[in-house]
């Protein structure tokens, strides 16, 4: 039985709308982030403007548009990021825009009429989009998403936006060439092949991703999963950033994954990304661990994040946890739904990725065999 196919149980939820479930839930992470009222209050503002057109509608019991964001089709996640260049928590919103239909191509339409709202209304560029729609609007119907939308929120810092297209919308045949040639039309004309082609049978694309800014920062990110990887070959993958130094994700691996793999429930997924000043190498990656296939319940979750953590983030991610949760963690499994380790020529990044579970809750497993811990003569490392 995979992940998603769990029984599951309903929440209350229903009984709101979208806007207020994620309302109440970003007031959650921006207030144990140090986040001032009037920022949590701009931040709430923002994301009733994000989604006109759909916030206001009662979440119902049963999804109208499934939406492969949640496990339960819900269509919103968050994330809380600790570390990185900045040192700053970073709250996250991520989204699919609700279309009036459920087809790919009325998914399409929709997120594109939002990334017109979000450049007239927020100075979001969209030069990147314009340089590599073609190539991902949809013509699969098999296409499981069209676009994603994000937003980044730090204390006294502007609102960044990013974009997720799908590198399979025209047939999943066709992703790696999509991918390419969207990088060469956005200045990375030879990139590098060790970080673009699949190095195993059980590797796809998964995303396509742009920062909507035109800064020198500005980030282009290719996503791959890896189905029944293991540590070793997740290690090879991010290999091919430049700002890869060998064993920085011992402590991840040991932590959050607590073996070698292969890991063969929901894949691990990582990104290579690139800005303006790379060339044909990617300059950063990031690992994701699909935490929720992996732990009996969301305790143990907690308790595995917390020890990847130190002061002051521990505390901010304690609050956090507390506020955003809606039930015993050890009730149920899947709020924690990612954990990401990112690097990019500084500190490490940690990204705990959390579901509002605003449909069901998947029930707690009662146990999860163990298998060889990393370092032990047995463990599986290649």
Same mark, same amino acid.
């Given at each position: 039985?995979?992940?998603?196919?769990?029984?599951?149980a309903?929440t209350n939820?229903?009984?709101?709308?979208?806007?207020?479930?994620a309302?109440a839930?970003?007031?959650?992470?921006?207030?144990?982030?140090?986040?001032?009222?009037? $920022?949590?209050?701009?931040?709430?503002?923002?994301?009733?403007d994000?989604?006109?057109?759909?916030?206001? $509608?009662?979440?119902?019991?049963?999804?109208? !548009?499934?939406?492969?964001?949640?496990?339960?089709h819900?269509?919103?996640?968050?994330?809380l990021?600790?570390?990185?260049?900045?040192?700053?928590?970073?709250?996250?919103?991520?989204?699919?825009?609700?279309?009036?239909?459920?087809?790919?191509h009325?998914?399409?339409?929709?997120?594109?009429?939002?990334c +017109?709202?979000?450049?007239? #209304?927020?100075? +979001?560029?969209?030069?990147?989009?314009?340089?590599? #729609?073609?190539?991902?609007?949809?013509? &699969?119907?098999?296409?499981?998403?069209? !676009?994603?939308?994000a937003? *980044?929120?730090?204390?006294n *810092?502007?609102?960044?936006?990013?974009?997720?297209?799908?590198?399979?919308?025209?047939? +999943?045949?066709?992703?790696?060439?999509?991918?390419?040639?969207?990088?060469?039309?956005l200045?990375?004309?030879?990139?590098?092949?060790e970080?673009?082609?699949?190095?195993?049978?059980?590797?796809?694309y998964?995303?396509?991703?742009?920062?909507l800014?035109?800064?020198?920062?500005?980030?282009?990110?290719?996503?791959?999963v890896?189905?029944? #990887?293991?540590?070793?070959?997740? &290690?090879? $993958?991010?290999?091919?950033?430049?700002?890869?130094?060998?064993?920085l994700?011992?402590?991840f691996?040991?932590?959050?994954?607590?073996?070698?793999?292969?890991?063969?429930?929901?894949?691990?997924?990582?990104?290579?990304?690139?800005?303006?000043?790379?060339?044909?190498?990617?300059?950063?990656?990031?690992?994701?661990?699909?935490?929720?296939?992996y732990? *009996?319940?969301?305790l143990?979750?907690?308790?595995?994040?917390?020890? !990847?953590?130190?002061?002051?983030?521990?505390?901010v991610?304690d609050?956090?946890i507390?506020?955003?949760?809606?039930?015993?963690?050890?009730?149920?499994?899947?709020?924690?739904?990612?954990?990401?380790?990112s690097?990019?020529?500084?500190?490490?990044?940690?990204?705990v990725?959390?579901?509002?579970?605003g449909?069901?809750?998947?029930?707690?497993?009662?146990?999860?065999?163990?298998?060889?811990?990393?370092?032990?003569?047995?463990?599986?490392?290649?």
């Amino acid at each position: 039985m995979s992940y998603r196919e769990m029984p599951r149980a309903r929440t209350n939820a229903c009984e709101r709308s979208f806007l207020e479930v994620a309302v109440a839930k970003l007031n959650a992470l921006t207030t144990a982030a140090g986040f001032g009222d009037g $920022e949590r209050a701009g931040a709430a503002r923002l994301l009733g403007d994000l989604f006109v057109g759909w916030g206001d $509608e009662p979440i119902r019991a049963a999804p109208r !548009m499934q939406s492969d964001i949640g496990d339960d089709h819900f269509p919103i996640e968050f994330s809380l990021a600790f570390g990185g260049a900045s040192g700053t928590p970073e709250v996250r919103v991520l989204f699919e825009t609700r279309a009036p239909g459920a087809s790919i191509h009325e998914r399409w339409v929709a997120g594109l009429d939002l990334c +017109a709202r979000l450049e007239r #209304a927020h100075g +979001a560029s969209l030069d990147g989009l314009r340089c590599v #729609a073609d190539l991902f609007a949809p013509t &699969d119907p098999s296409a499981r998403y069209a !676009m994603w939308h994000a937003v *980044c929120l730090r204390p006294n *810092c502007e609102p960044k936006f990013k974009l997720y297209v799908n590198p399979e919308a025209r047939g +999943a045949g066709r992703a790696p060439e999509v991918v390419v040639d969207a990088l060469r039309r956005l200045g990375i004309a030879h990139p590098a092949p060790e970080a673009v082609r699949f190095r195993r049978a059980g590797d796809r694309y998964k995303f396509f991703s742009l920062d909507l800014a035109s800064t020198l920062d500005a980030r282009v990110k290719a996503y791959k999963v890896h189905r029944g #990887a293991t540590r070793g070959d997740i &290690d090879a $993958e991010l290999a091919a950033a430049a700002s890869y130094v060998p064993g920085l994700l011992e402590l991840f691996w040991r932590t959050i994954a607590g073996d070698d793999g292969p890991f063969d429930g929901l894949p691990i997924s990582t990104y290579l990304s690139w800005r303006a000043d790379d060339d044909r190498r990617p300059g950063a990656g990031t690992a994701h661990f699909p935490i929720r296939a992996y732990v *009996c319940n969301d305790l143990v979750a907690r308790d595995r994040v917390r020890r !990847m953590l130190v002061a002051p983030d521990l505390a901010v991610y304690d609050r956090a946890i507390g506020a955003f949760a809606d039930r015993p963690l050890a009730s149920g499994v899947g709020m924690h739904a990612y954990v990401s380790l990112s690097f990019d020529h500084g500190p490490p990044r940690v990204t705990v990725y959390l579901a509002p579970e605003g449909y069901d809750v998947a029930p707690p497993r009662p146990y999860v065999v163990p298998r060889p811990r990393i370092g032990t003569t047995n463990a599986k490392s290649t």
